[in-house]
């Protein structure tokens, strides 16, 4: 997501119950049904971290605000993408070598840098153009079948009316940024009027690939403004879930329960609570099971991060469903995995993407993560690694 909030300088413990989503019928918003967990249940634990300088030059670039990583299968590196709107340099992404194992993350070394290029072979241009050809990077997903790229934008819905509406797009790519096409997104992620559709900065900012590759699913940052509000220190919200094939036919659409706002609000901030689902992770060998990340941040809280274990086995499928407002319907299940205070890290910052790494001898899978630092002098560009089992 693009983050536009100022992060407060404390980061405190919170004393926190794991939620599940329910398994019976559930209003949108309700994320108090009892739990159930018998067949999704991951465990995680910490192998290390490190944090990369501060705004980093590389190759006449700014290393930052870095909202999405995967790792190449054909090369072994690990593909990160800016979430800068060619402000500071042309939209754009980065390659890089990430040394880790059992004992911790031991190096990363950017090794590459390419812009993103549109259709006619030139840069995206800056924010500030307002022409209709903005883009917001948010997430990279390389593909397994070839290694190309395909990667998530989540467009614009301004806050002027004579400003364009850019819509959200998950484009192709090559190795260098060429263009190679993009994927029909279903109706609902399209903003079609002023009261419908995605609110502003919570479009598209997740996509995986699953089922053995054949399909990319991805999902909405927070929930569309038909389905119902945005979470509050009461009740979470319903964000969609959407499972496609790599035509972009829609193989199925489920409600993913977001949880509620974590504590209270510093009373003097401008800023209210900001939270959503930035970063989405098919299991390889289960096309119903995910890991979902959920970053809430929340003036003078600061951020929490959580990772939750869902499936879609047993839930209501969406996609005819124009509103989920007053509609009794079935969530994804969830269980939460780990709660990042919960973990030894130097900071809990502002996380957005992650991406299975290298197996352990254990047998254990290694997860990576890495925070959106927003180029802020007090946010950071922090590498986490985790392994799961």
């Not at 031991?106 to 259709?119: A, C, E």
């Not at 996609?319 to 780990?338: E, F, H, W």
């Not at 927003?374 to 690694?385: L, M, R, Y």
Request: aromatic share 8%.
């Amino acid at each position: 997501m693009k983050a536009t909030l100022i992060r407060r300088a404390c980061t405190v413990a919170l004393a926190l119950a794991a939620t599940m989503a329910p398994a019976v019928a559930a209003q949108p918003g309700d994320t108090d049904a009892p739990p159930h967990r018998s067949d999704i249940g991951a465990q995680a634990r910490l192998l290390g971290e490190k944090i990369v300088p501060h705004k980093l030059p590389f190759q006449n670039t700014t290393v930052g605000g870095l909202s999405g990583i995967d790792r190449n299968p054909c090369t072994g590196e690990y593909v990160m993408v800016s979430d800068d709107r060619s402000v500071l340099q042309p939209a754009r992404f980065y390659t890089a070598r990430i040394r880790v194992d059992g004992a911790g993350v031991h190096s990363v070394d950017f090794t590459g840098t390419h812009p993103f290029l549109q259709p006619d072979g030139s840069v995206y241009p800056p924010a500030s153009a307002r022409d209709g050809k903005v883009v917001d990077p948010e997430e990279l997903r390389v593909d397994p079948l070839g290694c190309r790229y395909w990667w998530a934008q989540e467009g614009d819905r301004p806050k002027s009316s004579s400003d364009p509406l850019i819509q959200p797009t998950i484009q192709f790519a090559t190795r260098t940024g060429q263009y190679r096409g993009q994927l029909p997104l279903p109706r609902h992620y399209e903003s079609t009027r002023q009261d419908w559709g995605l609110r502003r900065n919570k479009a598209v900012e997740a996509i995986t690939f699953g089922d053995h590759n054949s399909t990319l699913t991805s999902a909405v940052e927070g929930p569309l403004f038909q389905d119902g509000p945005e979470p509050d220190l009461e009740r979470g919200a319903l964000v969609r879930v959407t499972q496609q094939n790599r035509q972009g036919d829609v193989l199925g659409q489920f409600a993913y329960p977001l949880e509620k706002i974590f504590t209270e609000p510093d009373p003097t901030s401008p800023w209210g609570p900001d939270t959503g689902v930035p970063a989405i992770l098919a299991f390889p060998e289960d096309p119903s099971r995910y890991l979902v990340l959920e970053r809430t941040w929340v003036a003078g809280a600061g951020f929490k991060i959580r990772i939750y274990d869902a499936t879609t086995r047993g839930a209501t499928k969406v996609q005819n469903m124009d509103s989920l407002a007053g509609q009794k319907i079935i969530p994804m299940r969830k269980t939460l995995v780990t709660d990042f205070h919960d973990l030894d890290l130097s900071t809990v910052d502002n996380t957005e993407g992650m991406t299975w790494g290298p197996t352990l001898p254990n047998g254990e899978r290694t997860l990576l993560l890495v925070s959106d630092d927003n180029f802020a002098a007090d946010e950071v560009t922090q590498i986490v690694a985790l392994s799961i089992r």
